[in-house]
């Protein structure tokens, strides 16, 4: 058997494993109750690892005040001072099974979601979507109503929404994308239908559980209050199926990408853990303040694209039309994104019709041979992080081409090739 049908055979065992999971919403734990050895002195965050040197401050401000909220410190600065004293220990979420939204912070105590695929029953988590707010632990900030907010996740809606899926025997996300992708969502920057759908099917389970008044009242604004609470269900579904093509021998997909505002990093399923870097991009868009410019916003930090590693976001563009447009775009951009990621892929999730591309299933699984050949880069979609902290808007941006290339060599170099 040639090297390229060894590729060939590991890339369609993976594209098989994306195409047909069934990804389901099964619990809601601490994040020490998910993954396996999570020490009381450390904290995760998104994007691959950091030297904390080079973190910028919105990323010190999030971690020290994660660090705070778990009573590791008395102050954001003490924190910090910890961890560059290594008495504090940080981790790329991703390296865990776990996604980091926004700037990502997670400690034992963070309440995640936390997702199953029931056909190879590989699992992820994600922390729970804090919310559009401008002050929140996700966009650099740490104040007395942010760790009220956070003390309010952990001992009352992380159990309770715990309580509700358990009650439900759980909720099938695939179905819910199945309908949303042909409902204008691309699921990265825009969840508005697949949220509803998902609100739909938990508010009868919230209905029936036996709370206090009250309770029931905040969880249900909460839930309410947001259309953006589902992507955090799919950042944890992705992860989840990735951690099934992680390691396949001879893969060349990619199955994990985030920046931690420094570098960018991306991982592919034949190297497993190892990570490819380069300076992280900074995206292109919308500013929420007119005013604001490209230096007041951060290079690219988050796990949220891990929706792009799964095949929606940025390369479902064509679904997502209204949201292109957010993010500098318009519709033929939005065609012409989802075709290109086409070229570079192997796959695409026909279970998820896109009626404007003759119900053509958005592209997925990422081929690092693919990218480099073409020289096409897929475009991914997010947030964008004020460098002061906060949100400063929504772009986009084409991945680093560098990260596509350290990947292949270090795949040749592995077969001897």
């Known amino acids: 058997m040639t090297i390229s049908e060894r590729i060939d055979g590991a890339n369609r065992r993976a594209a098989d494993i994306l195409t047909k999971a069934q990804l389901m919403w099964v619990d809601v734990v601490p994040a020490r109750d998910f993954i396996p050895g999570f020490t009381e002195n450390l904290i995760l965050f998104a994007g691959p690892p950091l030297d904390p040197r080079h973190a910028l401050k919105p990323v010190r401000i999030a971690i020290g005040g994660a660090a705070v909220q778990e009573g590791l410190a008395k102050t954001v600065e003490e924190a910090w001072e910890m961890v560059l004293r290594g008495e504090v220990l940080l981790a790329a979420a991703l390296d865990h099974k776990c996604a980091g939204g926004g700037l990502g912070p997670v400690t034992a105590s963070t309440p995640v979601l936390v997702v199953e695929d029931a056909v190879t029953h590989a699992r992820g988590c994600c922390t729970i979507y804090e919310g559009s707010e401008a002050e929140l632990l996700r966009w650099g900030f ?38 949303a992708t042909g409902m204008g969502d691309e699921n990265h920057y825009r969840n508005a239908a697949s949220n509803a759908l998902t609100m739909f099917q938990v508010f009868p389970a919230l209905i029936e559980l036996p709370l206090e008044h009250e309770v029931r009242k905040r969880v249900s604004r909460f839930l309410a209050g947001y259309e953006r609470f589902f992507l955090h269900l799919l950042m944890a579904g992705a992860v989840a199926v990735t951690e099934a093509v992680k390691g396949i021998e001879y893969c060349t997909l990619m199955i994990a990408i985030g920046g931690n505002g420094d570098e960018f990093g991306m991982k592919f399923g ?44 940025g390369l479902a ?35 998820a019709p896109i009626p404007w591309l003759d119900f053509q299933g958005p592209p997925c699984g990422i081929d690092m041979r693919k990218v480099v050949a073409t020289g096409i880069a897929p475009i991914v979609h997010g947030g964008m992080a004020h460098v002061n902290g906060g949100q400063g808007g929504g772009g986009c941006c084409r991945l680093p081409m560098d990260c596509f290339t350290q990947g292949l060599r270090a795949f040749a170099a592995k077969h001897g090739l």
Not at 288 to 309: H, Y
Request: some cysteine; charged content about 25%.
């Open 142 to 179: 740490y104040t007395p109503a942010v760790a009220r907010r956070l003390a309010w996740f952990r001992d009352e809606l992380g159990p309770v929404l715990g309580k509700m899926v358990q009650a439900m025997g759980g909720l099938n996300i695939r179905n819910i994308l199945a309908r």
């Open 270 to 313: 034949d190297t497993g853990d190892r990570w490819f870097r380069a300076a992280a991009p900074k995206l292109k868009g919308v500013y929420l303040n007119p005013q604001w410019t490209d230096d007041d916003m951060c290079p690219f930090i988050g796990d949220s694209c891990m929706v792009e590693a799964y095949g929606l976001g």
């Open 317 to 351: 563009a064509a679904a997502g039309a209204a949201v292109v447009r957010m993010t500098g775009g318009n519709f033929r951009e939005a065609l012409q994104r989802t075709e290109e990621a086409r070229q570079v892929c192997v796959a695409s999730h026909d279970w």
